[in-house]
């Protein structure tokens, strides 16, 4: 079983980091097909959060279709996560492993390169939308 | 890094993750009021929150949010005005009594009773008491029955004035300030044991803090009281959906204050931080403005400084 | 409601029952003590007190009645004191110091109910304290009463100790407490004012239960021993002239220092004032006003008192905090 922890300063909603650590989880396999998810009581007693925000994190992977509710029983994962197939995985790494480098070279620091990275992602996100 | 938070969620759609719409109205004020030897501590007071919800109140000293909690718990009675929770009056019948459970600043309790008589005290107060949930909330914090309650912690006596409020079995439990007076320690825990007892028994919950940071994670429902009258009451996800920081030149900000509710509004030389309420379907896609979500804190901070906004549900609620 | 009372004021309840036992005992050993004591030493009871043996029994029973006497004394003055300060005063204004009002009115039991099982719970037992109190002198000032001692519940020592004097007081007291604990809010203040206005009513009643009622009135016109019946509440005694007027005794002194001398404590100066047309007057209340006396004093004590409790009832039910 998996324990959630928040992170107060990221400034994303508490509910989404929830979402995003199961998600995490399951990409990584450490939260396979089958497994239980802490009821709502358990996080809520471990955090101090609000039970509605454990419900909506879960129903919110509940319409993804990641979770399933099981009344009396729990919530259980239902199919793992990970876009693209492993071998996706290991050329996109190596890929950004080289721009990384070239990044070092034109001396850019670690942070200067999140900051590009963030930027791109934001952009894709923006024109997703518009 | 705002990255995060400037979400495309711009104008709307948060709530669709909520409660259930037809849950019943757990706490409704209308038009209250209380004088103090002539002074309004209270004024004009309506709001209505759901049940289920998690309500923070939250305002400055001397807001009026121990009036009105007061009021709620029966303990005092309006000048004018009403409170009803689940829809029946609050008061000095048994029957009203027994709906909701107060925990007042102190946690007050009977400091040469044991734990055990603490709960003996429960039972014979009150005809719902559980008493199978409180011994289990104490095994599980382990305090002891034996002790006497003058020689716990602090701490120890908040679990034991919450056991015995929520042990009650209450449909509103109101608190005053539970969080003053504690350690970080013992406030985390507190609210540990409360979320917990609110998963367990769906209570509906009212707490006030000055310290919004207290209640950012434990409360969905924001209130926010200040100078005597309700100047926020909202979900908290609606909330922080509906208010954005907009950055952008400042010879562009009078344009953008004149099209929705500006909050605050701080202006240098070349750049302008607007804080605006957005309704919804007002998208902004103007390039040169960057758009940011706004913390909770930030929120009532902005408003407590403008006391003449407000952010109040748009007239759909019935009033009575 | 009734446990919650009790554990509350289980300390006050245990400490007085335990008091009252101690004093019951003690009573219990000076009555065994003095009727053992009485039935081997009364002498005939028409005894002349001159005579030795009867004299010497009569500062006996003095002696015995005196040591215990004294402390039953203090008692009528500190007990209803005392249940006021600790029974009355914090009944409310604790409950106000800590905050624990909060905690109890917000129970699912009114504060009607609440309020009403503690007054009338512990009133209750205040009461019954004081009949206890009364009920345990009664038997023991009767094994005094054996002739020619004489001692009779009518008597200033005894009058608040028997009857249901010692309830009425203690009742008031009570609620006094009670009450100024629920206008103060503050405990060591209520207890204060209870003590002072306990003492002030005491002592403001100190005689006055000759004032309640005209007092019968007898003329005197030969030497009487004790004019006024057995039993009976002697109030005051003073001469009056042939036509009536009132003589202080330095005005009858002066008048009557030439025909009959000086020495005004032989039988033979009082006949002789007689035969020159005084008058004695004694005034007392027949031992038949024992019982309205008593009421009266109580009505005295419980008509304000019970005024005053209400008024802070009132308040207390108020919805406020």
């Known amino acids: 079983m998996i324990k959630f922890r928040l992170d107060p300063s990221s400034g994303v909603a ?8 199961v998600k995490h989880a399951l990409r990584l396999g450490v939260l396979v097909p089958g497994d239980r998810l802490p009821t709502i009581k358990e996080v809520v007693s471990d955090l101090a959060i609000n039970p509605n925000t454990v419900a909506k994190a879960y129903r919110e992977l509940e319409n993804e279709g990641l979770v399933v ?10 199919r793992s996560l990970g876009g693209g197939s492993t071998a996706d995985h290991s050329r996109f790494r190596r890929d950004l492993a080289q721009w990384v480098r070239g990044c070092r070279e034109a001396g850019l620091d670690q942070e200067d390169m999140e900051a590009l990275f963030a930027l791109v992602l934001a952009d894709f996100r923006q024109e997703g939308i518009a | 890094m705002t990255v995060d938070r400037t979400v495309g969620m711009f104008g709307g759609g948060a709530g669709e993750f909520t409660a259930p719409a037809q849950s019943p109205t757990a706490l409704e004020a209308v038009r209250l009021a209380k004088r103090y030897r002539g002074t309004w501590a209270l004024r004009d007071c309506t709001l209505s929150v759901p049940a289920g919800r998690v309500i923070a109140l939250v305002g400055p000293n001397g807001a009026g949010k121990s009036t009105f909690l007061h009021l709620v718990a029966g303990l005092i009675a309006p000048t004018r005005g009403s409170v009803r929770i689940f829809g029946e009056p609050v008061g000095q019948r ?12 102190d946690k007050p309790l009977y400091d040469g009773f044991t734990v055990a008589e603490m709960l003996r005290f429960g039972r014979h107060l009150n005809p719902g008491w559980d008493d199978a949930l409180a011994r289990q909330r104490l095994a599980e914090l382990d305090i002891p029955l034996n002790r006497k309650v003058g020689k716990l912690s602090g701490g120890q006596q908040a679990q034991v004035a919450l056991t015995i409020a929520v042990a009650k079995r209450p449909d509103l439990l109101v608190m005053d300030e539970p969080l003053a007076n504690l350690d970080p320690v013992a406030r985390h825990d507190i609210m540990r044991s409360l979320m917990a007892a609110v998963a367990e028994t769906q209570l509906t919950v009212v707490l006030s803090s000055h310290v919004v940071s207290d209640l950012t994670n434990a409360c969905d429902w924001l209130v926010v009281l200040n100078r005597g009258q309700v100047q926020i009451s909202g979900e908290v996800d609606e909330l922080l959906a509906t208010h954005r920081m907009l950055s952008g030149p400042t010879e562009l900000a009078d344009g953008m204050a004149a099209r929705m509710p500006v909050i605050s509004d701080s202006r240098s030389e070349r750049q302008a931080d607007l804080l605006v309420r957005t309704g919804p379907g007002t998208p902004l896609r103007d390039p040169r403005w960057k758009v940011s979500g706004v913390s909770l804190e930030e929120l009532v901070l902005a408003y407590l400084r403008r006391p003449d906004a407000t952010a109040l549900p748009r007239p759909t609620l019935t009033t009575t | 409601m009734l446990w919650l009372t009790w554990r509350q004021h289980r300390m006050q309840v245990l400490l007085t029952t335990a008091l009252l036992a101690v004093l019951g005992v003690v009573l219990l050993i000076s009555a065994l003590g003095t009727a053992e004591f009485a039935a081997q030493n009364a002498p005939a009871p028409e005894c002349v007190a001159d005579t030795p043996a009867c004299s010497a029994y ?39 110091e800590q905050g624990t009002h909060q905690l109890t009115w917000t129970q699912s039991v009114t504060r009607r109910r609440w309020l009403a099982a503690k007054i009338v719970g512990l009133g209750a037992a205040v009461t019954l304290g004081g009949l206890v109190l009364a009920g345990m002198v009664e038997p023991w000032l ?55 206005v306990c003492a002030l009513a005491f002592f403001g009643l100190l005689r006055a239960p000759s004032s309640y009622a005209t007092p019968e009135r007898v003329v005197q016109a030969t030497v009487m ?30 008048a009557l220092a030439g025909p009959c001398g000086t020495d005004q404590t032989t039988k033979k100066y009082a006949k002789c004032s007689f035969s020159h047309g005084y008058r004695q007057v004694t005034e007392f209340h027949p031992a038949d006003r024992f019982w309205q006396f008593q009421w009266t004093e109580a009505g005295i004590l419980l008509i304000p008192a019970l005024a005053l409790g209400g008024v802070a009832v009132r308040r207390t039910l108020r919805p406020r905090i």
Do not use: C
Not at chain 1, 14 to 21: D, F
Not at chain 3, 151 to 165: A, E, K, N, Q, T
Not at chain 3, 169 to 179: E, I, K, P, R
């Open chain 1, 69 to 78: 509710g099981r009344p009396g029983l729990g919530t259980f994962v239902r």
């Open chain 1, 14 to 21: 508490t509910y989404l980091q929830l979402v995003h650590q």
């Open chain 3, 142 to 196: 009767a094994a005094f009463d054996v002739p020619p001692y004489n001692v009779d519940r009518f008597d200033m020592s005894w009058f608040r100790l028997v009857g249901i004097l010692p309830a009425a007081w203690w009742l008031s007291a009570f609620v006094l407490g009670m009450a100024t604990g629920a206008l103060f809010r503050r405990t060591l203040s209520a207890m204060a004012v209870t003590l002072a």
């Open chain 3, 58 to 96: 009569l500062g006996e029973m003095n002696e015995r009645i005196r040591t215990v006497g004294e402390l039953l004394g203090w008692l009528s003055l500190l007990a209803p004191a005392v249940i006021g300060a600790f029974w009355g005063a914090p009944l409310l204004a604790r409950e106000f």
């Open chain 3, 225 to 254: 021993d004790d004019p006024a019946p057995d039993d009976s509440l002697y109030v005051t005694s003073y001469w009056i002239d042939g036509s009536g007027v009132k003589y202080t005794s330095q005005e009858r002194e002066l």
């Open chain 2, 94 to 105: 048994a029957e009203a009594l027994a709906r909701v459970a107060f925990l007042a600043q």
